[in-house]
């Protein structure tokens, strides 16, 4: 059974650091696209990164909102997909999921990787609050 189980949600203050953890298993094809999206209270789900499993430079995409705040990593070794919150604000407090395309996918445009719609497989979800 394919399964994403998401960790390191918490609380901090503005301007502090916090790393979220997506832990993937059941995946029988090598190949992936993972992502990361958020859900604030009565706000829309957004998709903030996104990595394949040719995990060069050019295969990672990032929304405007968390460029350069945000870095997608993934370490396939422990089937593992990273993303560090760094210079975290207010209005990044919501509920992070990370999803899953858990096979070879490609996409004609690579800004539609934070379209949650392709993805398959779904975590439950980690809080994050950042408040003073």
């Known amino acids: 059974q394919v399964q994403l189980v998401e960790s390191g949600g918490g609380s901090v203050q503005p301007g502090g650091s916090l790393r979220l953890s997506c832990a993937a298993s059941?995946?029988?094809?090598?190949?992936?696209?993972i992502a990361w999206f958020r859900q604030a209270p009565g706000k829309e789900r957004e998709g903030l990164s996104c990595i394949n499993s040719n995990a060069r430079d050019g295969n990672r995409y990032y929304a405007d909102s968390v460029k350069g705040r945000f870095t997608i990593s993934g370490d396939n070794a422990k089937n593992t997909v990273y993303l560090q919150m760094n210079n975290l604000k207010p209005g990044d407090t919501a509920i992070y999921y990370c999803?899953?395309?858990?096979?070879?996918?490609?996409?004609?445009?690579?800004?539609?990787?934070?379209?949650?719609?392709?993805?398959?497989?779904w975590g439950q979800g980690t809080q994050v609050t950042i408040a003073s």
């Open positions: 059941g995946f029988t094809s090598p190949y992936y696209t």
């Open positions: 999803a899953a395309i858990p096979r070879y996918h490609t996409f004609a445009v690579q800004a539609m990787c934070l379209t949650g719609h392709y993805y398959e497989i």
